[in-house]
T-cell receptor, first 115, second 107 residues
Framework: NAGVTQTPKFQVLKTGQSMTLQCAQD?????MYWYRQDPGMGLRLIYY???????DKGEVPNGYNVSRLNKREFSLRLESAAPSQTSVYFC??????????????FGSGTRLTVV | GQQVMQIPQYQHVQEGEDFTTYCNSS?????IQWYKQRPGGHPVFLIQ?????EVKKQKRLTFQFGEAKKNSSLHITATQTTDVGTYFC???????FGTGTRLTIIP
């Protein structure tokens, strides 16, 4: 029972390079999320997908794109990395039902450094 | 938009002392969740509060949801070294996280 799996765990990019962060969950959750965590800033929502086939912007979407490939997978793409995108990125998923939601399950994170 | 503030930002306590963190929202929340993140780790779900005035306990942890559903608190009794980490509250609707309270324990 893997839960939420993120790859890669660590990545160093040069300014201007692109990359895709992968996230997959095996819990049959319908909603998936991408957060970034910077020191002293808590977790900030980048994009989310309430259900398969839909994506929406969060608090800090600029410089990112997402793809909800299927129910299991939700990827985050940096088209042209900038040093300001140095952060720890977390993917999370949840089974959201009418009137109720349960705890989010987070992946172990991707530590990204842009130089 | 919804803003969730959390205080204090840091708390250092002697092992065995109590610890409390407070969470305040600018808007009424339908529910609130609490998470713990160990150093170098990822957030782990602790509990969800839904009802006005709700109080829930998990061993030494006590969670409260305010009557107006705009604030919440987490109280840990007799802290242990295993309690070290950052505690986040999160409001529903896109799970807006508070800034967190980092708890360190002095053995």
């Amino acid at each position: 029972n893997a839960g939420v799996t993120q790859t890669p765990k660590f990545q160093v990019l040069k300014t201007g390079q692109s990359m895709t962060l992968q996230c997959a969950q095996d819990m049959n959750h319908n909603s998936m999320y991408w957060y970034r965590q910077d020191p002293g800033m808590g977790l900030r929502l980048i994009y989310y997908s309430a259900s398969e086939g839909t994506t929406d912007k969060g608090e800090v979407p600029n410089g990112y794109n997402v793809s909800r490939l299927n129910k299991r997978e939700f990827s985050l793409r940096l088209e042209s990395a900038a040093p300001s995108q140095t952060s720890v990125y977390f993917c999370a998923s949840i089974l959201r039902t009418r009137g109720l939601n349960y705890g989010y399950t987070f992946g172990s994170g991707t530590r990204l450094t842009v130089v | 938009g919804q803003q969730v503030m959390q205080i204090p930002q840091y708390q250092h306590v002697q092992e065995g002392e109590d610890f409390t963190t407070y969470c305040n929202s600018s808007t009424t929340l339908s529910n609130i969740q609490w998470y713990k993140q160990r150093p170098g780790g990822h957030p782990v779900f602790l509990i969800q509060l839904v009802k006005s005035g709700e109080v829930k306990k998990q061993k030494r942890l006590t969670f409260q949801f305010g009557e107006a559903k705009k604030n919440s608190s987490l109280h840990i009794t007799a802290t242990q070294t295993t309690d070290v980490g950052t505690y986040f509250c999160a409001g529903y609707e896109k799970l807006t996280f508070g800034t967190g309270t980092r708890l360190t324990i002095i053995p």
